[in-house]
Nanobody
Framework: QEQLMESGGGSVQAGGSLRLSCTGS??????MGWFRQGPGKEREKVAD???????RIIDFAKGRFTISKDNGKNTLYLQMNNLKPEDTAMYYC?????????????????WGKGTLVAVSA
């Protein structure tokens, strides 16, 4: 089984929605998050969710994206609504064996291979 595997990417028109899912053998009940890397851009965090359920969503995603997890299904989700062309990117799931605030300093421990999201105008 892949350590982490994303699914749910695809091509949508602006204003559309997608739900990304992530599961795998290293699903963590500590910090899990979604990151993205657009064409010619550096990888950036989208959102993360911590052990105690604390959620952080980066400003560009607030009001449009929702992160959630189902520990019973070992699955992390990213619901993306009102997608914009600038959301076009490879989206990655990541997990850490420590809390999110610690992971901010030391990085995430496990990464998926990504799922591509393409948003057309």
């Amino acid at each position: 089984q892949e350590q982490l595997m994303e699914s749910g990417g695809g091509s949508v028109q602006a204003g559309g929605s997608l739900r990304l899912s992530c599961t795998g053998s290293v699903y963590s009940e500590h910090c899990m998050g979604w990151f993205r890397q657009g064409p010619g851009k550096e990888r950036e965090k989208v959102a993360d969710i911590d052990t105690d359920g604390t959620i952080r969503i980066i400003d560009f995603a607030k009001g449009r994206f929702t992160i959630s997890k189902d520990n019973g299904k070992n699955t992390l989700y990213l619901q993306m609504n009102n997608l914009k062309p600038e959301d076009t990117a490879m989206y990655y799931c990541a997990a850490s064996d420590v809390d999110c605030f610690v992971a901010d300093s030391f990085g995430m421990d496990f990464w998926g291979k990504g799922t591509l999201v393409a948003v057309s105008a």
